[in-house]
């Protein structure tokens, strides 16, 4: 047994700070508009060995972070990142678990998952135990906001420089108000990008449910083959209808915030592919329960946004159908760390290099101007 397997370390601190930076042109989908990103990042301690997470939200969960977690963790072994995710859930029962509480225990989560297999010396992927060697990415974007020359330059960014053979765009303007802009901006996405690129499109529950029947019907024509939120991912029967009434694959999940959202969504029969969040379901423990929920069901997992705390996760499970490369997240991560995977050919591979954890190093001088809250 090795040095570190025969001690029992325990985690010695918790440490909260979050993050803003600004977009680099105007975002929107759907059903929002923003200019700025929060990333809330926390640091789990163990001696001289610290782990990293992050999720992405308001800059208050730091503050949740120090004030409701820290302390049900710091002191506990840190071999017991399941236990410590449970300590975490049942302790925010009045705190209200849903939203950015759920996004501080996820920061927390990932962290203590890092801290472990950095304790161990083993890349997260193999702590965890691959099932894959590298992980099948699509690039996402396409903001409404984009006029044709971004919206180009961006999928031809993704399809003729780093060889990725599957993107989605933005649909649903201003609560699907626009739809014959919608559909002009799929045909323009798949003259630019050929027949041979899988082409997605995501409403962020943008449309009712008969408007998203009629526009389903014409996404097909262009050959789309992924509709994501065709309605509010709350309305499991109107997601369940229209997996029924049309051949796209129906996908919903980013705002599962519990284990029992997921189970929910899957008896309803509402999506073809189950989409998860390990920054806002609970971390990567969750996010792993969620998949198997999935198979059990048998259906694939995507992982949603974030696309460096997913990977390795990714990487694990048997019935992953790709990982995310949120244009957003993706800058802000390249931004904030060292340790970047490169998607060329439309895949990553976590772990490959040998580094430790999920292989990211803050670059804390370079990033110091965008703190917005420290703990």
Known sequence: MTAALTSDPRVTAIRAAAYTVPTDAPEADGTLDWDATTLVLVSASSGDVSGIGYTYGSPVTAQVVTEHLAGLVEGRCAWDVPALNEAMSRAVRNTGRPGLVAGAISA??????????????????????????DVPVYGSGGFTTYDDEQLDRQLRGWTEEQGIPRVKIKIGQSWGTEERRDLERVVRARA????????????????????????????????????????????????????????????????????????????????????????????????????????????????????????????????????????????????????????????????????????????????????????
């Open 108 to 133: 927390v989560d990932i962290a203590l998952w890092d801290l472990k297999a950095r304790l161990l010396g083993l890349p997260l992927v193999r702590l965890l135990g691959a099932c894959a060697s």
């Open 192 to 375: 630019c990008v050929g027949d041979g690129v899988e082409l997605y499109v995501d409403a962020n529950g943008a449309y009712g449910r008969k408007q998203a029947a009629r526009v389903g019907r014409r996404l097909a024509d262009e050959g789309v083959t992924w509709f994501e939120e065709p309605v509010s991912s709350d309305d499991l029967m109107g997601l369940a209808q229209l997996r029924g009434a049309l051949a796209l694959d129906i996908a919903a999940g980013e705002y599962g915030y519990t284990l029992a959202y997921f189970g929910h969504m899957l008896r309803a029969e509402s999506v073809d592919c189950l989409q998860a969040d390990a920054t806002r379901c609970g971390g990567i423990t969750v996010w792993l329960r969620a998949a198997a929920l999935a198979e059990s069901a048998g259906l694939a997992v995507s992982c949603h946004c974030a696309p460096h705390v997913h990977a390795h996760a990714a990487a694990a499970v048997p019935n992953l159908r790709h990982l995310e490369w949120f244009h957003d997240h993706v800058r802000v991560e390249r931004l904030f760390f060292t340790g970047i995977l490169d998607p060329a050919g439309g895949r990553v591979s976590p772990g490959a290099d040998g580094s430790p954890g999920h292989g990211l190093e803050l670059r804390a001088a370079h990033v110091d101007a965008y703190r917005t809250a420290r703990s």
